[in-house]
């Protein structure tokens, strides 16, 4: 009777924003959400530095996460419904895998990948869902060979990371809401329920193919009018060079304005004890950081966590071609002219380089369509809007406002 009302206990129900009062079936899952790892995602932004841009953009990876949980939830239950063999190990498992998957992120998301580890976080997610295995007893073990995409079900894996996996319809939807650009909305639970199994691989019925090809506009208008955003890129860059340079380059007591989970950090050799100190850190070490770092002597550090604070942001000039060189060369003359900048700092404010967007990768496991007559042919062999190029490139230069 105990063990009966403690589970009872575990099964919270929680209110979602977009998709209601939601609530998961393996008691396990409340037991990994509990779990200072995963609280962590509270206080990591989805989004990055996106708030800068648009003010609502303050939702946070934890939110997400149980937002792809819900979605698979609903996957796996309109795939059994349709007669796809998924024992309930195997939907735990992807469960797990699907709530785990973005654990790995550092502070501000993307902002300060690989500054504070030199791998990707889909490489510290393994690496947490394999302490986290240590820590449960080996209850993550088919979560992680799911993950690893090492199981023979491969649309179990195609659900967690494909080009029509529940992260994506979760943060698609999630993201337009927050930022309230109504371009990102898309038929989530209308893909979902058209989704099929064909020879272990994840299909979706023909009759979907509208929701599927508004769901890649919506990708590509999300990236360029939201992720991409030219201020959101300008926030992007100055926040990575000054870790980047604090870190690497500034001195002693500069490196000591950093909080001291940063300071422990960059200095612990062995990798595993990083991954732990990493999983400390969030957005609240970042921004306490930049603070302090205002009071810099260093002209760099103190412009820039300056203008982060104050939201004097880097000017940017982005091109669907190259930037002339000449253009360049009047920029850096008159931000050199007006500041007096060193060398170094001068290089570090002037700051050119490219974006690109890539909606559809027809090499990468492609999205699937099942006919009406059973057959299975790829969407770029079927949708017309697949004629079109998927991938774009943009140019861009930042630098110092001048007058």
């Known amino acids: 009777m105990f063990a009966l009302y403690f589970n009872m206990k575990k099964k919270k129900i929680f209110n979602d924003p977009l998709y209601g009062l939601i609530g998961f079936d393996h008691e396990i ?30 939702h946070t990876r934890f939110q997400h996460s149980l937002g792809a949980l819900y979605l698979m939830k609903k996957s796996i239950e309109s795939l059994r419904w349709k007669g796809s063999d998924i024992t309930d190990e195997e939907y735990k498992a992807v469960s797990i895998a699907i709530l785990l998957h973005d654990i790995g992120h550092g502070p501000f998301s993307h902002a300060l990948e690989r500054i504070f580890l030199p791998v990707s976080h889909e490489e510290i997610t393994l690496k947490v869902m394999e302490e986290l295995n240590i820590q449960f007893k080996g209850e993550l073990d088919l979560a992680i060979r799911i993950f690893k995409n090492d199981y023979h079900k ?105 909080t001291k989970t940063i300071i422990e950090l960059i200095e612990e050799k062995s990798l595993r004890k990083k991954v732990d100190l990493f999983m400390k850190l969030d957005d609240s070490d970042i921004i306490c950081s930049i603070k302090n770092m205002m009071t810099s002597s260093d002209l760099f550090i103190k412009f820039v966590s300056k203008g982060l604070i104050e939201r004097k942001l880097l000017k940017i000039i982005i091109k669907n071609v190259k930037i002339n060189r000449d253009s360049l060369k009047t920029i850096r003359h008159n931000v050199e002219k007006e500041y007096r900048f060193s060398e170094y700092v001068l290089k570090r404010l002037v700051i050119e380089g490219l974006v690109s967007n890539e909606i559809y990768n027809e090499k990468s496991d492609e999205i699937e369509i099942l006919l009406k007559s059973g057959v299975v042919i790829p969407l770029s062999k079927y949708s017309q809007f697949m004629s079109y190029d998927s991938k774009s490139v943009k140019y861009f230069v930042l630098y110092p406002e001048y007058t």
């Open 29 to 58: 899952i409340y037991r990994l959400i509990d779990h200072p790892y995963f609280q962590r995602l509270r206080r990591i932004k989805q989004m990055g530095l996106s708030d800068y841009i648009y003010p609502g953009a303050v």
């Open 154 to 258: 491969k649309f179990l894996n195609q659900l967690i990371s494909g080009q029509l996996d529940v992260d994506r319809l979760d943060y698609l939807n999630r993201d337009s809401f927050y930022t309230g650009v109504a371009e990102g909305v898309i038929g989530y639970d209308r893909i979902i329920t058209m989704l099929n199994v064909v020879d272990n691989r994840l299909v979706v019925e023909e009759k979907a193919i509208y929701s599927i090809e508004k769901f890649l506009i919506a990708r590509k208008i999300m990236y360029w009018q939201v992720y991409l955003h030219k201020t959101s890129l300008a926030v992007e860059k100055m926040i990575y060079n000054l870790f980047d340079y604090t870190i690497s380059d500034a001195n002693r007591n500069d490196r000591n304005l950093m």
